[in-house]
Structure formats: C-alpha cells, structure tokens
C-alpha cells in the first residue's frame, strides 16, 4: 500500500476505504504540516519512513478498521510500534492543533449561536473486561463491560456541541449531572426516558410519558411519545455515522484514558463532514 495508489480512488471509493472525504483528508493533511512547523520540538530529527500523507492514511485506516497494529504495519511495510506512535502522534497534534474540536459546553449558554433545540442522548462502547474494579463497567443494559459517551447536538443543524464519558455500570441521567452541564432556559431540551427527572436542573425539557402502573396511556400520550421519537432520530442516525469508525463501534482495546480524546476527535471531524455536505442536516422538530 501506497500513497500513490490510493490518490487514484474516486471520491465515493475513497470514502469507503478511509472513513471520511478526500476534502477532510487534505485538511487533516495541511492541519498536521502547519502544527509540525510551527511546533519544531514534534519534527524528529531522524526521517520518517512514511511521510504526512500516509501517516494520516494510517491513522484513518486505523480508525475505521480498527485492525490490530501488527497487521496495518503489514500493510504498510513498517514495524508495529512505529504504527503505533504514529497513531498517537497525529491524534495529540491534531487535538493540540485546535482546527477539530467541538464548540463545547460553553455553546449551551447565551450567546449569538444558541441552539434552540438540543438533544441528547448516551450510546455505549465494549471493552475489554478491566483487570480491576469489574463492576465499575459492568452495563447491565449491554449485559458486559462498556464505556459511555454522552453526546449533546443541535437539532437543527445536526451539530454534535460537546461530550462527555463515564463508565458502563453509571446511569445516564447520573452521567448528565457528573457532566456539569448547563442548559439556558430558553433552550428546548429532547431527551430519552433515562432522564425523568431532568426537569429539577432544566425546565425546558421534554422526556417520554412513562406507562404508569394498572393503567395505560391514553391516545394522546401516545401521540406525544411517538412525536418526541420522531425529533431525537436525529441522534441515532448519528450514532450511526460515529460508529462506521470500529474502533467507536467494536470492543475497544486501547488504553481507556485516550478514549475520550479519539472520540472528540471522531465527532468533530463528523462536524467537519457535516459543515461540507451540500444538503444540511434537518431534522423534525417538535410542533
């Protein structure tokens, strides 16, 4: 595998191949030269064996295959601990960069780009059974190990504003107030039937009737619950986008400390992707 080979993929089959556009390939690529140049303590004094374009090609392909580092270094003729630092270095350059981070929780009070409605929602990730503290992972929701991310988008555009991660065995309204996340109240909140009592911290909040004992809910319950579905789809599909990157969909090997910073990274480049479609993303919205 080359560099030179893969530039002569189509867009629509480099996209299959690497996860994301040729257009966010490229700006990973001039993000990564302009941080080295202007950082002279992250250029190494002896020359790589693969230069910035296959780095960042390793990296993606590490990302969206999720294959073990011994047989991407097959791939690319290079030995595996090799890949291995050339994974970290370009996940902590491109974070130190600040070209792909996400507006963050500070987008949630007033100011001039206000969402004016959220939604949020929490989706797990497998993981290898911890040597220790077991329990602490443990989902009984999955029935295994997991790690949370906790993920607040604007409705209306599809954007993903901040994140947040916890452990597998932590409740998802547990989650939110761990977060520290504050809402503005005149921001609409859409959430799933995890957050019944999110009401105390947000007023402007809208969660599923629940079925009440010995009774059922009546049609317009009913209608209400199907409605307030239909609006936080958005966040599933997603869900979905984040987790063709195996290593956010499959069990997860690596160090759990990095976890957070490979997912925020996965988000904002899903940003990135989304700031590029031609056709914005447009939800339903509640009437």
Known sequence: MNYQCIQ????????????????????IVKTIKSFQASNKHSNSRR????????????????????????????????????ICRIVHRIES???????????????????????????MDV?????????????????????????????????E????????????????????KASGIHLHPEIQGLYDSGYQEIDQFHTNSYTPEKKPKNRELSILEKDYNRVLATARIGIE??????????IFGDRYRNRRRRYGLCCNLLCAIYNYE?????????????P
């Open 8 to 27: 002569q993929l189509n867009p629509r089959a480099f996209k299959l191949r690497f996860g994301v556009r040729k257009k966010t390939f490229k700006r």
């Open 47 to 82: 020359k790589p064996l693969l230069g910035i374009q296959e780095q960042v090609l390793v990296t993606l392909q590490f990302w969206g295959e999720y294959r073990t580092y011994f047989h991407i270094a097959t791939s690319w003729r290079v030995s595996e601990p090799n």
């Open 93 to 119: 350059e491109l974070m130190q960069s600040g070209m792909f981070r996400l507006p963050g929780k500070k987008a949630l009070l007033r100011g001039l780009n206000q969402p004016e409605v959220v939604v």
């Open 123 to 155: 989706t797990e990730t497998p993981v290898e059974r911890p040597k220790r503290k077991q329990e602490e992972f443990h989902s009984g929701k999955k029935e295994g190990h997991t790690l949370k991310s906790q993920l607040i988008i604007n409705q």
């Open 157 to 176: 555009t599809g954007e993903i504003i901040c994140t947040f991660f916890g452990k597998g065995r932590c409740h998802d309204f547990s989650l939110f």
């Open 237 to 246: 599909h997603i869900n979905r986008h984040l987790k063709i990157f195996k």
């Open 274 to 286: 989304l700031s590029l479609a031609v056709t914005k993303f447009k939800p339903p919205t509640i």
